[in-house]
C-alpha cells in the first residue's frame, strides 16, 4: 500500500475513533463519510482468505482509532471532573444534531410490516437500556460501584457491554459510547483507565504496579467482546 493511501486510512481511523468515543456519534457512520465503511467490513469477513490485503486495510485503520480514543478517554476524563454540565450538553447536542441524518436515511421510506417490526425492536430495545439503567441506580446495582473493587464477574460481564459496544460501531446510525453512557459502564471504564494508568505511570505520585494485572484484564476482556461483536455484526451487515 502506498504512503499516501495508509494515511488517508490512519486519518480515517482517527476520526472514527473520535465518532466511537463520543457518546451520540456513530463510528460506523464516520467510516461511510470517508468511505472506508465497505473496505472495513470486507477485511473483517474475508481476514483468513485474504490475509496480507486485510491487514494492509485495519492496521492503519484500528492504529488511527486507538490513538483517537486514548486521546479522548483523558480529555473526557478530566471534562466528567470538571465539566460535566458542558460535556453532558455536548452528547445531548451530538445526539439532537444527528436528527438530520436519520430522517434522510428514511425519507420516502415506505412503512411496511418489516420496517414498523423493527422501529418497535429498536424502540423496545433503547426502552429496556433505560429501565436497566434506572432499575441499577434504585438497587445501587451501578457499574461505577462495581468498578471500585472489580469483582471477579465483572470482567465477565465487560465481554457481552464490549460486545453491544462494538455492534453498534459496526452499524451505521448506532452509538456504541452511547449504548455504554445508557448501560452506565461509559463513566467508569474512562475513569478507571485514566485513573491506574497514571498510577501505573507514575504520573501524580508514585508509581504503582499493584492495578497492571486489573488493567490488563478489564481491557482484555472488554476487547475481547469487541472483536466478537464486530465479527457478528459484519458478518450480518455483509448479508
Known sequence: MKIKAWFRKFIAGLAIGVGAAVPGVSGAAVAVIFHVYEDIISAVNNFRKKFGWALTILVPILLGVAIAVAICVVVFSYAFEHL?????????????????????????VKVDKQNLLFLIIGFGFVSMLGVLSVVAGLYNFGAAEAFLTMPWWLYLVLIPVGAI????????????????????????LVDTTVAWTKEILGIGGPAS???????????????????????????IMDN
Do not use: H, Q, W
Open 209 to 235: 504496579l499493584v492495578n497492571v494485572f486489573p488493567l490488563l484484564g478489564m481491557t482484555g476482556f472488554f476487547a475481547i467482546g469487541c472483536l466478537i461483536g464486530v465479527i457478528l455484526a459484519a458478518r
Open 165 to 188: 459496544a462494538a455492534v453498534a460501531l459496526i452499524v451505521p446510525g448506532l452509538s456504541g459510547s452511547f449504548l455504554l453512557l445508557l448501560l452506565g459502564f461509559y463513566r467508569p
Open 84 to 108: 460535566m454540565f458542558v460535556l453532558i450538553s455536548s452528547f445531548a447536542g451530538f445526539l439532537i444534531g444527528s436528527l438530520p441524518g436519520i430522517t434522510d436515511e428514511v425519507k420516502g
